[in-house]
Nanobody, 127 residues
Framework: VQLQASGGGSVQAGGSLRLSCVAS?????????????MGWYRQAPGKERELVAT???????NYEDSVKGRFTISIDNAKSTVSLQMDSLNPEDTGIYYC?????????????????WGRGTLVTVSS
């Protein structure tokens, strides 16, 4: 099982970007039957990785204080996809953004993968 993130890029302060992350399994390896909480984390240069936003399969959201009112996380359970709409970006939002899921269920053997991370996607905001 893997998470594939996309949508990073470079933007000027005040601009917007939309990140997406889809959970998938290799062809012939089965299918995804459940995805629990998914979220986005980021790591700025010289800093530790921090939570940006999370969302449960039921739609309950949690945001880091500095992004509240600017970022919106959403989930499409049917497509095993989580998105992050980022508006009013500022240079402090610069960093590598990582997608994460607490638990992904894979059939037909009904097995779970825990704490799954995707490769990061770079977001650069210039002043």
């Amino acid at each position: 099982v893997q998470l594939q993130a996309s949508g990073g890029g470079s933007v000027q302060a005040g601009g917007s970007l939309r990140l997406s992350c889809v959970a998938s399994v290799a062809s012939g390896s089965g299918y995804i039957f459940s995805v629990d909480s998914m979220g986005w984390y980021r790591q700025a240069p010289g800093k530790e990785r921090e939570l940006v936003a999370t969302i449960t399969s039921g739609g309950h959201t949690n945001y880091e204080d500095s992004v509240k009112g600017r970022f919106t996380i959403s989930i499409d359970n049917a497509k095993s996809t989580v998105s992050l709409q980022m508006d009013s970006l500022n240079p402090e939002d610069t960093g590598i953004y990582y997608c994460n899921s607490d638990r992904i269920g894979v059939g037909p053997k009904l097995r779970y993968s825990y704490d799954v991370w995707g490769r990061g996607t770079l977001v650069t905001v210039s002043s």
